[in-house]
T-cell receptor, first 109, second 113 residues
Framework: EDKVVQSPLSLVVHEGDTVTLNCSYE??????LLWYKQEKKAPTFLFML????IEKKSGRLSSILDKKELFSILNITATQTGDSAVYLC?????????FGTGTSLTVIP | DAGVIQSPRHEVTEMGQEVTLRCKPI?????LFWYRQTMMRGLELLIY????????DSGMPEDRFSAKMPNASFSTLKIQPSEPRDSAVYFC???????????FGSGTRLTVV
């Protein structure tokens, strides 16, 4: 059965902390892994990862994919209150997207 | 637990026709979300419900789109009339509360020709 599992389910940290969000996947015909930030309104696309070991970076956010161990991590350094959101991970097989449950991140001032 | 159930899995329809997508959330989940996924626009939140009440429908693209949740176990997303640019994968997701994770359905792939 194809699935994507995210951990932890929720996280509460203080401003300035570094967090690591995990996403593991078991899907057939894997093509890419995507990370989104879901705030009150629409999800914001963060990263798409297709190759193992190549880190993608955007400001304080970075992500990497391990296709051998079938997981990805999303790192956020020096967290800010504006980082509070649900972070969704999805695996794309070309025909199908499989979403994880999301990790709810709360950053306390 | 059967998860979030969406139907149909695939639909191909002609422009101008009415399309109804269906979603059955997980029992006990009081929030339900409709998303649309396209190559051009990525993942978009269309509307979400809390306790069957629409909370935010600002993501609904235009008046041709409407969503209802007549009870806690069923929701529909209707497009009337459909247009080719509505072609996308439509996902439904539910969760038991704000502090909990989402469970996504398998999606409905809509093609409007």
């Amino acid at each position: 059965e194809d699935k994507v599992v995210q951990s932890p389910l929720s996280l509460v940290v203080h401003e300035g902390d570094t967090v690591t969000l995990n996403c593991s996947y078991e899907v057939t015909n894997f093509r890419s892994l995507l990370w989104y930030k879901q705030e009150k309104k629409a999800p914001t696309f963060l990263f798409m990862l297709t190759s193992s070991g190549i880190e993608k970076k955007s400001g304080r956010l970075s992500s990497i994919l391990d296709k051998k161990e079938l997981f990805s991590i999303l790192n956020i350094t020096a967290t800010q209150t504006g980082d509070s959101a649900v972070y969704l991970c999805a695996s794309n097989t070309g025909n199908q997207f499989y979403f994880g449950t999301g990790t709810s991140l709360t950053v306390i001032p | 637990d059967a998860g979030v159930i969406q139907s149909p899995r695939h639909e191909v329809t002609e422009m101008g026709q009415e399309v109804t997508l269906r979603c059955k959330p997980i029992s006990g989940h009081n929030s339900l979300f409709w998303y649309r996924q396209t190559m051009m626009r990525g993942l978009e939140l269309l509307i979400y419900f809390n306790n069957n009440v629409p909370i935010d429908d600002s993501g609904m693209p235009e008046d041709r789109f409407s969503a209802k949740m007549p009870n806690a176990s069923f929701s529909t997303l209707k497009i009337q009339p459909s247009e080719p640019r509505d072609s996308a994968v439509y996902f439904c997701a539910s969760r038991p509360g704000q502090l909990y994770g989402y469970t996504f359905g398998s999606g409905t792939r809509l093609t409007v020709v």
